[in-house]
Structures are given as C-alpha cells and as structure tokens.
C-alpha cells in the first residue's frame, strides 16, 4: 500500500490537527472524518522512510503496524473518491467519540459501586435485554450493567460471584475504571466482555470475556481499504467484501446454516435476495477493526454489529512481503470475516436473537448428536469435533466441506480468491476435493503465515465462540 506524503508537512508542529470534531455543523450536512493527532504519538520520519526501506524490513513492530494502518485508511477516507460514502465516514468519526471529561470520574465511580454489589440475592431478576445493532449510551451503560449484577446475584451460584468479584477486582485499576476514557469502538468492545462476564455462567465463556477486557490496542480507523498487490487487482475494499459474500456460494452456505437455527426461516422464505440484502445493509451500516485480540481469538462480533478481527493479520500484511503471503493473508482476513457475518445474519434475521445479544444460538437440527459436528483434517485421519450450537462453526463446517482449515496453503488462498466465479455448489465442493486431494500427495511445508485456525488444549478460538472439543481419530 503507498504511503501518503503530505504526512511530513507539519512536522514542526507540536499538534497535527486535522480538523476540529467540535467545530459546529449544520443538522443536515454530514460531518468531516477529522482526527487531532499529537506529534508525540505520530513518527513521521517512519512514514518518509517505510516506503523505501518496506523490502528491507523484516520486522515492523505491531506498534508501527497501527500507525501506518491509521495513517494510510485516513487519508483514504479523506481522498475525493471516498466522498460518496459519507456514511461510513460518519460512522468511522463517531467511533472515536470519548465521554465528556468532566463526566468520566462519576461514570467510573457509579461502575465500581455497581460491581461492589455483587452478593448472592434470591430477589427474582430476569435475563436483561441488550439490543443488537447499536452502541450503548453512557447512561444506558449503567442502567443495563446493574441490571446485570440484579441477574448475577439471583442468577449465578454464590461460590462463583466470589469468584468474579475477585476477578474482577484486579480489572478496576486499568480497565473498569477506566471505561469511559477510552474511544468508542473500545469502549463498546469492553463493555460488551464485562456485561456478559456478569450473565453467563460457563466458565470458560466467562475467562474468554476477562481476557477481552485486557485488550489494549485497536484501529482508530477501520478496514476500508488494503492493497494485496502492485497493480491493485487483488485489492480488498468494501464493495469488493459485498461481492464476496453475496456470491451464489456463501449464500448458499449461509442459507443451509441459517435453517439449522432458524427452521422458521423456511416459512419467511429467506432468499438469496433476502441475504444480499442483509449483507448490503451489514457493510453500509457496520464496520472492521483490527484489535490485540486475546492470543487464541482471531474474531469477534460486539453487540454493536462491529467486527474486530485479531491485529496478527495486520502484523503480517506489513511484514510478509512475498506475493503467495499476501494472498494468504487477505483470504484469512475474509474468511474470518465470512464466518462472523454467520453470527451477523442470524442476529439480523432472528426476532428474538436481534432484541437480545445476550441470547446465544441453538442449533434445532435433531439429526446432530451431542452437540458436535466432525470437521475432517485436511491431512490426517483426526477428527475435530467442533460446538454445533455456535452459528459459525456450523457455517465453517458447511463452506468448507467438513474441512478442518488449521492452515491456509497457496493454492487454497488462489480458490477462496476465486470465490465468485462459482456458480452451484457441487462445482464448487469437487475443486475443493480435488484441490486438497492434490495437496495430500504434495508434503506441504507449513509456515507462520499459513496457520489459520488455532488449536490449544481444548479448544480453539476461530472467533471468541468458537470452541473445539478433543480431536479423535477418525
């Protein structure tokens, strides 16, 4: 991706202000995409010499990753060509947002004193309500977070809200105390680990939400653009992700997973036309960010509808230079994304799953036992038994053809980047077939860059959900 040069222009100030988000805009005109950004926190003299030195640079810190991420999708949505999609550039703006300073230390003084109510009650509390689809006001924050405790205190055993205040006692000091300095899109994403710590009881649903809380680092910019390649034939944008996933493939395999948690969706005739729509709507309305996602997390969906997808994706698109690597990682990046959109169209199109984020998918297929479904090692005669009640491992099981992808080789990005032209499913799962067939007889060498899905001990994280049962022998 070029770097932009107009960056050094004013170095010698001590403030780069790319326009002010609080000058006063008329109600019907939409607001500029502006960020003030500190001369402290920008390396210019990186940004001159990335371009240069990028075919010689074997390491570029994660940190420097962010930086030149931001810088590059900024300038973007600022350029000419991005003026038709003010919408996404309202929203990227609005996800910068803070809390008022002056409000901040009330707010925080008004979550510790929530949380220190947590104690075993038998007053009756109700599953509370939290709505997909849309950020929550600092008040409305509060509001459902004591909500929240009522349902743990009546709710949870009393040995494990012990537990969990305890936990969550060595949050206070940089994470729950400290909520509502944060900009919105990682405010959202924390709010979000915290109040379903406090509504489940499934303990490793509950340690998976911890390790969420102690993210540090997301994009202040989102992914609207990234370039694959030199003459930009490979690039990957939003209009491209719309095509993606409204080809006749992943609508098909949407569609087969949809009816597995939604048998009602045969009644409603849900389409093709039905998803494209869904889809649309998703990536017109939603966005991307790259995050430090926990170590075994590589996605996730907030109740906001946003999707973070793990910054190691980011960390290798800046320091994988070979053109096999860039093609690997820009299908991990787009399968991981296609695997979140499963949990996105069943919010979106479940009545009861949409009022709710707090409410977690059921498969009603009766013909899957035990909660499992057997993903077939590419290679091996293992069996990986994944959650069938997890709406996108049950969308993996189906686009894959009951593959299990723990790496992405050449080849396979070459026929996920070809995804389009397919148009029925039996061409489609035959080339997949022959393809690994093929691979098989090849000894295939894997290295980091392939590694995609990720297992450890018990499970695996595809997203945050996604969990992996014991392998077995086939």
């Known amino acids: 991706m070029q770097q932009s040069k107009s960056s050094s222009s004013n170095i010698e100030k001590n403030e780069i202000n790319l326009g002010d988000s609080s000058e006063k805009q008329d109600q019907n005109q939409v607001p500029n995409f502006k960020i003030v950004i500190k001369k402290d926190d920008f390396d210019f003299e990186f940004f001159n010499a990335i371009q240069e030195n990028q075919e010689k640079s074997n390491d570029i810190p994660i940190e420097k990753c962010f930086q030149i991420f931001n810088d590059n999708t900024f300038f973007i949505l600022n350029s000419n060509d991005f003026e038709k999609n003010k919408n996404l550039k309202t929203l990227a703006r609005n996800n910068l947002d803070k809390t008022p300073e002056d409000k901040r230390k009330d707010y925080n003084r008004q979550v510790i004193n929530i949380l ?36 743990s205190n009546y709710h949870l055993k009393k040995e494990t809200i012990e537990e969990m205040k305890k936990k969550l006692t060595k949050y206070y000091s940089y994470v729950v105390n400290d909520i509502f300095s944060q900009i919105k899109i990682k405010k959202d994403i924390i709010q979000n680990a915290l109040l379903t710590i406090l509504t489940t009881d499934n303990n490793k649903d509950q340690q998976d939400n911890y390790d969420m809380l102690s993210i540090s680092k997301i994009s202040s910019t989102p992914l609207i653009q990234m370039e694959f390649d030199k003459d930009g034939k490979n690039k990957l944008d939003i209009n491209e992700l719309k095509e993606i996933f409204c080809s006749p493939i992943y609508l098909e395999n949407y569609k087969k997973t949809l009816k597995d948690f939604i048998p009602e969706a045969n009644k409603r005739n849900v389409t093709f036309d039905v998803l494209k729509m869904h889809i649309n709507n998703y990536f017109d309305n939603h966005l991307i960010y790259f995050s430090d996602l926990p170590k075994e997390t590589m996605a996730v969906t907030c109740h906001t509808g946003n999707i973070y997808i793990s910054s190691a994706y980011l960390y290798e698109y800046y320091n994988d230079k070979g053109p096999n690597s860039k093609l690997i990682i ?121 590694k995609f899905k990720k297992i450890t001990g018990r499970h695996t994280r595809w997203c945050i959900k996604s969990r992996i049962f014991e392998p077995m022998e086939d």
Not at 125 to 137: E, F, I, N, R
Not at 395 to 424: M, V
């Open 116 to 151: 220190s109510g947590l104690n075993k009650s038998y007053k009756v509390a109700t599953l509370p309500k939290l709505p997909y689809g849309k950020s929550l006001s600092d008040d409305e924050f509060i509001l459902l977070l004591k909500k929240c405790v009522e349902y």
């Open 330 to 450: 820009r299908e991990k990046i787009i399968l991981n994304i296609g695997h979140e959109l499963a949990h996105v169209l069943l919010r979106e199109i479940s009545k009861k799953m949409n009022e709710n984020f707090f409410i977690t998918s059921n498969n009603k297929n009766k013909d899957i036992k035990n909660n499992s479904i057997p993903f077939k090692d590419k290679f091996t005669n293992k069996i990986h038994p994944f959650n069938s009640n997890e709406s996108g491992n049950m969308f993996d099981f189906n686009f894959f053809n009951n593959y299990y992808f723990g790496s992405i080789f050449p080849k396979e990005a070459d026929f996920f980047l070809n995804i389009k032209k397919y148009q029925t499913i039996e061409k489609y799962q035959e080339e997949l077939d022959n393809l690994i067939a093929e691979e098989k007889k090849s000894n295939l060498t894997e290295d980091s860059v392939n």
